[in-house]
Every structure is written in structure tokens, then in C-alpha cells.
């Protein structure tokens, strides 16, 4: 890990926020692109829909100069060009990605960061192939235990300079799953996610799958890189070393019905048969076996797909006699092991993985 | 003009901010996609990087069973199809789009509206046919005055239900660089740019190019829809009627240099020979002749390439001697008529048209 600390940058972005937002994350919401919910109507989210979260510039990486380094403990160390990687045996994965982060801004008090509401989350179709071929080939050495990867996009977060980087144990690593992506939903990576390469871990929310990926290194110890020792974990209190972020927990969204206000968002329903719909995921892997719809506190079950791709959200719907007058819709899912979302976000200091129900206010008239 | 005042939603949205930013402000910030300023390397921005501001929910629309009409003042009303626009005669220009609001969450107090800071730009490669073949095809009555253009989408704003939608003067929508659009960048548009068919009207702030574009009518009178008549105007103070809102300003934005810190975005540039790039353009198709690099409040003029495409941004560079410390670094484009940019922005009530010089705090090391 190459970290310089730096006199020029706090150690703390500053002090946990309430109420309105700073300008700082109204910046960050800028440079993030995030879901309009009405684009869940999308089996697979359409490029520029999709969310993006890069914690620094985005990188310009020239797909014909481009090599990957493959080295640390492995037999040979590689430098791949991209011809090279495509030509591996390929998949093609359907995978919903969520941000850690997603929900922060519903949080309070609210860690300064990217304050997301509900939109950090996509499903795109990604080809790549299966990491394991890369890492076979340099030959991973008896006493390596994890897989690092580092990008190409460089910044500094409290204060510490890094590479974003991220590791995987190497059991996770090898899955079939774990793809070297070039590509999303049958064209070349954009920019904001990660041109011309990018790790893909499925169910893993979206810190694990490194973008601009230049760099892989075999390790005998655990990866000491910021985003995996600070960046990304659950902590009930500063200073709690806390516990490592991994798999995506079960959510669901609701695309809101009807029209809505310019700027309030606030929405306005015709009344009569009205089809609430959207999607649900555990991003885990592990299938949602129900969803309900919440009417003004009242929960009934909505129709929901089977699972079809292990690692993309399903679809759902439900159909509401919406009556004149205010009313809250809110939905919820619960995954094959019961797990299911809570009615009120779960505090952590840093704001992660908040799956928490959606609610949404409506005026039928 | 279908305008239904609805009781659930207020006529203002709320009285102007300061300081911190709404959750209102932060979810159009989510919702509407912003240009990252590193992306101004590129001539032509890539999907999912150019800028987004849609009123409402983004409509999906059939393409192949898409009709565009176009009625009111004409000899023959028409209903076309996908297929017949693109038989008429084809141009592809480049176009640099700003939205009219951007800088609006830079002036103070600031009006409740989208925020931008400085990113609601982009440039794109914009296929279509010229709007007139359309209008040369219905056969415009010796009475009309005005072209109506009328999106799918469909919401409030101040209290008024409409479509979105915005007018020419029967002159401007007669030139041939007024297109109506379905290709960018050589793709059919996004659902986000106007699926399947959009209004390009090159010179002008993003408003008047209408997506998702269904209905042309031709006017004996001035339009009178909501987006025309009360949205986009000029206003020095409540109930100004204001002046509307037309071409874009000049205007200039640098790529920061260095690399960021995470939350505050601010700059870390190693001393020595930094090459500051970025664009300027005055949007309005008249050409850029200076750009002026500001440090520390001292101008000197930067290199500029010419004007290629009329209606795109032009290329500046300056090479900048950094010196350890923090220094304010600003860029400033004066176009052919001698019109330039202000120092501070100009504040008007609803925050439109802010080309205020762009300012960025470094830190040199």
C-alpha cells in the first residue's frame, strides 16, 4: 500500500451532519450519476442510468497501450494487454450492483460522504472472464492467501493518499463468478465504470468490484490498502475497528407511481386501479422469495418473479385501488433465509449498507 | 396549453436557500446527470458523462410504434413515423449544451431549483434531419408565427399540471441547424436525451430542446406554455415578467488539476510544470477568441484552438509553474462580440444563465 500522509488534508471530512446537506455532498452527488427510480421499469439498466460511485477523478486509460500487472506471490508475473484478456474464455453475467453506501443520506446524524437516498444501484450485463484464468496462469504461490486489486484512480481520503484498491480471500477470488470485465450490457466499458477494465465481484455491494483496474498482487498477509482497513466497514462508534463490508443485503424499490411535482418530487395518482411495480434483490446470491407492498401501514403480498439470474434483481408488482386523499406506500422484501429489510434504517457511524423500506408519499386524487 | 392548477401543490416551492442544500436540491441533484469536470478532456463527451436535466419522470417510449404529430397552422396534419424522419434528409452536428441553470447552487440567495455548480454541460455528435423538412412536408399556414414543441413527459411545477414543452419563433425553427434528433454520438438516443426523438436546437440554452418530442404545433399566436411563459425567464425580482431565456453566454471550465481529496474535492498539485486544460464556448455559435488563466488573481492568456464546429467548445491550454502553497486558480473566455464572462455571478431570481468565472483552490506541494 503506498500511502503518504498529507499536512494539506484533515483526518476526519468533518463532523457527522444533520438536517440539510453541504455543499461538499451536493458536489459529490454531482459527479455521481445515480438510478432514476422510474428506470427500475428496465430488466437491465440502460448506460447512463446505471449507478456510479468513484471516490477520485476518473482515469483516461488508453485501451491499446493498456496492460494489467499480475505479480506478488505467483510463479510468473504477467502484464496483460487487453487483447490478451479477451481472448481467456469469456462470460456473460447479469448482475445487480449496489453501492455500500446506498441510504446514507437517509441516515441521521449522517457521516459527510456521498449522500445517496435510494438510486445507488443498477443491473447491467457484464462480460469478462473468470479471474481464476488470469491468476492460473501466473500461478499463484502455495502461501498466497488474498488477492489485491488496485486502480488507477488516485486521491486522498482522511488525510491518506492511495490507489483505490480492494482484496478478496483467495477463496473468493477463484469463484467462476469474479470476472476481469470489458465490457457492460455488449459494448466496451465507459469511462465512469471503469474503461477498459474492471473487476466484477457479484454480490458483493459495488466497493469490491475495482474499476480502472491495473494491478493484481498475490499476498501472503491480509491486504492493508485504506479502502479495506478504513474505507469500508460497519462501525457502531468511532473508533470501533468494526466488521469488513461485503455481500449486498436484501432491498427492494418501488418505482413511484404517477406525476410528479418538479421539485418537490412529491407525486400525484389518478384514482382507481393503479400497478405498483419495481424490483427486489438480496444482491448476495441468495433469491428473494417475497415482497410486500405497504399501504398507510397495511402490508400485503405482491406477485414476484422467480429469480432467474443468481446475481440480477427480480421484478414485482402489485396492484393498489388507490382512494383520494394522502396515502404512503412502502415496500419490503425478504430473502430465502428470512432475512428481510428493516422499517428503519440501522445506524453505523459510516452510513453503510442502509436497507432500510423505501416509503413514498402520494396524493390520489 | 393544458395547464390544470391542482390544489395539493403550491405555487412557489419554497422561499429561496442559503447556505446548505435541501434534500429537495440534493435529489434533483441525484436524479439530473452532471458533466465531471476531468471529462472535459474528451471533444466529444461520452454517453453517461453528458449532462441530464429532465423536469419529470423520464417517459419510455415505443420506437417502433413512435408517432410524432405535427398540426395546429398547417396545410396537411402529419403523423410520422420513426422510419420516415430518418428517410428525410440527414445532418449530424456537433453541439455543445449547457443548461440554463447551471451555476444556480453557486448564486446566493439562491433560487429552490436544480443546484448545479458547474457541470450541467456536455458536448455531443447530434443526428437528424432538419426540422423545416418536417414543416415543408405539413405545409405551414401564411399565419403562423410560432412552432410549439411538446415533450411525453408530464408533471407540476409551481402548481400548474403540463408537458413539458417550449416554442420557436417560426424564423429560428426554420434553420437548418434546428434538427429534430435521434442519434447522439452515433447511437440512438438514450432514454435520458429524448428516446426516440428529441428537438436540437444548437446556440441555444438546453431548455429549448425539447426531449422525448411527440407534438409540433403550429402557433398564430405566442405559445403560452408553462416552460415558456413562466419557467425560463430572466427575472431581476419577484413578479419581473422577466425577459426570456434564449442563447447560451460565454463561458469557460477548467479540468482541475492535481488529484482530490474524496469529500472536500479539493486539489493536491505536485510543483513544477502543470498543464491547465479545459474548454470554453459561447454556446450561441459565436466563436471564442481569449481565454484568460487567473492565478492568484493575475490573468494571462491561455492557448486556444479555433472554432471548428460553430456551435462546439473550443480547447485552451496554459502551462502553469506551480509553487508550493495555496493557490485560487480561475479561467475566463471572452468571445467575438467582446462579451465575457463576470467576475461574480449575475444574480437574477431564478438562478439562470450564472457564466461567473470558475474558481479552483489548490494546494501545491
Redesign the interface.
Same mark, same amino acid.
Given at each position: 500500500m503506498t500511502a503518504r500522509a498529507?499536512p =494539506?488534508?484533515g483526518r476526519e471530512?468533518?463532523p457527522h451532519l444533520e438536517?440539510?446537506?453541504?455543499?461538499?455532498?451536493?458536489? *459529490?452527488?454531482?459527479?455521481n450519476?445515480?438510478l %432514476?427510480l422510474?428506470?427500475l421499469?428496465?430488466d437491465v439498466t %440502460?448506460?447512463? *442510468?446505471?449507478y456510479?460511485l468513484?471516490?477520485?477523478?476518473?482515469p483516461?486509460l488508453d485501451a491499446a497501450g493498456f496492460r494489467l500487472a499480475v505479480g506478488g506471490r505467483v510463479a510468473r508475473t504477467l502484464s496483460l494487454t487487453l487483447d490478451e484478456i479477451r481472448r481467456l474464455p469469456a462470460r456473460t453475467l447479469r448482475v445487480t450492483l449496489e453501492c455500500a453506501g446506498n441510504g446514507r443520506?437517509l441516515m441521521s446524524p449522517r457521516y459527510?460522504?456521498m449522500?445517496?437516498?435510494h438510486?445507488g444501484v443498477g443491473t447491467a450485463e457484464w462480460t469478462g472472464t473468470p479471474l481464476r484464468h488470469a491468476l492460473e496462469q501466473a500461478g499463484v504461490a502455495a502461501d498466497a492467501s488474498e488477492i489485491a486489486f488496485l486502480g488507477a484512480d488516485?486521491? =486522498?481520503?482522511r488525510g491518506v493518499?492511495h490507489d483505490y484498491g480492494r482484496s478478496l480471500k483467495l477463496a473468493d477470488a477463484s469463484s467462476d463468478d469474479v470476472l476481469l470485465a470489458y465490457a457492460m450490457n455488449g459494448a466496451p466499458l465507459?469511462?465512469?465504470?471503469g474503461s477498459p477494465l474492471r473487476l466484477l465481484v457479484p454480490g458483493w455491494y459495488g466497493m469490491a468490484s475495482v474499476k480502472w483496474l491495473t494491478r493484481i498482487e498475490a499476498l501472503d498477509r491480509p491486504f492493508d490498502g485504506f479502502q479495506q482497513v478504513v474505507g469500508y466497514r460497519y462501525r457502531k462508534f468511532a473508533g470501533d475497528p468494526g466488521v469488513p463490508i461485503t455481500f449486498a443485503k436484501p432491498k427492494s424499490l418501488m418505482a413511484p407511481p404517477g406525476?410528479?411535482?418538479?421539485?418537490?418530487?412529491?407525486r400525484?395518482v389518478e384514482q382507481g386501479e393503479v400497478t405498483l411495480a419495481g424490483r427486489a434483490w438480496s444482491g448476495a446470491g441468495i433469491a428473494i422469495v417475497r415482497v410486500d407492498v405497504g399501504v398507510d401501514g397495511a402490508w400485503r403480498e405482491a406477485a414476484l418473479e422467480p429469480q432467474r439470474d443468481r446475481f440480477a434483481w427480480q421484478g414485482w408488482r402489485f396492484e393498489w385501488r388507490a382512494i383520494p386523499g394522502e396515502h404512503e406506500l412502502a415496500v419490503r422484501a425478504t430473502d430465502a433465509t428470512g432475512a428481510t429489510q428493516p422499517l428503519e434504517p440501522e445506524w453505523n457511524t459510516n452510513g453503510m449498507g442502509n436497507n432500510a423500506v423505501q416509503r413514498v408519499q402520494v396524493?390520489v386524487?
Open positions: 498529507n =494539506f488534508f471530512p468533518r438536517g440539510d446537506f453541504a455543499r461538499e455532498e451536493l458536489a *459529490l452527488a454531482h459527479r450519476s445515480a %432514476p422510474e428506470a421499469a428496465y %440502460p448506460l447512463g *442510468l446505471h456510479t468513484s471516490h477520485f477523478d476518473l483516461r443520506g459527510p460522504s449522500p445517496w437516498l438510486e488516485r486521491g =486522498f481520503d493518499e465507459a469511462p465512469q465504470h406525476i410528479p411535482d418538479w421539485f418537490t418530487r412529491r400525484l396524493t386524487r
